[in-house]
């Protein structure tokens, strides 16, 4: 029961927090997204949310990003995507660039103050980085990493994660755009409407095409948990996520689904619910007693290799909305994509934060682990 009562919270209070955006303009000005994420801190922070609910809160994320991404996707342009994917793939392969930078050269200093192992440190910074949580988890294993200072990392991640989080949906989209230059008007216009409403179509109208919609995401997701298993030179993690991207874009390519009215608002609501479920999980009691030394490892590893990647992309005239998007693929990984075309309000960046963090994902365990055994040799 206390389960039941927890997800319906979940999908409770970002409907309120929905519901207040499109009553109170001073509140629409804040974005629904950035509500979300204050609220789902403001619960953590509190402890509210007594730990039986774990389980709950943790279904009803993973549920709602499996379901947002094929939801959003539905409504991806194709034909206007090949003109982004240039420049898409050198800001990505600029990201990861600017990942291993900085890992490398923390790891000189990190070892120069005799931190037990840096180069494990850096191997798990450059997967997370590029790919996401289950690199990390493979690396771990190919590097003897101890379960203990593993957890460290992930919790250390969730931390600095919820900050980089807040960063993009709140001021990297200005801040960056009087750094680099504008995303080009006509690749914006080629998508004939706006793919990222700020609220739920009303009336009776909405249903049918909303349970075909729901209907059709949920059998992306069932499809990719069915074939999933089979793609076994892949981690199960990785193979769902490719999966639901595949057949969400497979989904783009039928004309009553891609015109939907209610796929993409759905879709965005539910990456609201992600948003508060993501930011309630963050474990205080676990920073409480973290070494300072494995924080500030991952703290600059994010916000340096930002920075530097952000550099780079002015070097090469990357736009800003390029940019924001690759780098959230890297650093975070798909699932916060569409989130950050939200804050973007540019849903032509959707796509080609999708694909750059699939590769991301391909990459991420061998770049980790290259990078650990160069610097274990070297060192």
């Known amino acids: 029961m206390t389960s039941i009562l927890a997800a319906i ?6 409907a309120l927090i929905l519901w207040a955006c499109v009553r109170w303009p001073f509140a629409a000005r804040l974005e629904p997204i950035v509500l979300c994420y204050a609220a789902g801190l403001l619960v953590c922070l509190t402890g509210l949310l007594p730990d039986s609910v774990a389980p709950a809160r943790t279904g009803v994320a993973e549920a709602s990003i499996g379901l947002a991404l094929p939801l959003l996707l539905f409504a991806v342009n194709l034909g206007a995507w090949r003109h ?6 050198l800001s990505m392969a600029l990201a990861v660039t600017a990942v291993v ?22 191997g798990m910074a450059v997967g997370m980085y590029t790919g996401g949580i289950a690199n990390v988890s493979a690396i771990k294993m190919a590097l003897g990493v101890s379960d203990a200072r593993y957890l460290l990392f992930a919790t250390a991640d969730t931390a600095v994660g919820a900050l980089y989080v807040f960063f993009v949906i709140a001021a990297a989209p200005a801040c960056f755009r009087r750094l680099l230059p504008a995303f080009p008007k006509a690749e914006q216009e080629a998508y004939a409407h706006d793919a990222l409403p700020a609220a739920l179509p009303r009336g009776r109208r909405a249903v049918l095409p909303g349970l075909v919609a729901l209907a059709a995401a949920a059998a992306c997701v069932g499809l990719a948990l069915a074939v999933a298993p089979l793609l076994t030179f ?8 490719v999966l639901i991207t595949t057949f969400g874009i497979a989904g783009s390519l039928i004309r009553p689904l891609r015109e939907n009215p209610m796929a993409t608002p759905l879709g965005m609501f539910l990456i609201y619910v992600f948003s508060f479920a993501i930011a309630a ?18 703290f600059v590893a994010t916000f340096g290799s930002l920075a530097l990647h952000a550099l780079l992309c002015r070097l090469f005239n990357i736009d800003a909305d390029t940019f924001v998007i690759t780098s959230v693929a890297a650093i975070l990984s798909p699932a916060f994509v569409p989130m950050a075309a939200r804050a973007l309000r540019n849903s032509a960046v959707l796509m080609s934060g999708m694909t750059t963090g699939i590769i991301g994902f391909a990459i991420g365990n061998y ?7 160069i610097l274990a040799r070297g060192g």
């Open 84 to 89: 982004l994917a240039g420049r898409a793939l």
């Open 101 to 122: 930078a900085v890992s490398v050269a923390l790891h000189v200093l990190f070892a120069a103050r005799g931190t037990e192992a840096p180069e494990q440190l850096a």
């Open 281 to 298: 999980s963050l474990d205080l009691k676990a920073l409480a007693g973290m070494d300072p030394s494995i924080l500030v490892f991952v």
């Open 234 to 241: 892949m981690a199960r993690e990785i193979a769902i996520i």
């Open 9 to 14: 919270g979940f999908l409770g209070v970002p």
């Open 367 to 373: 770049l980790g682990i290259a990078v650990a055994l």
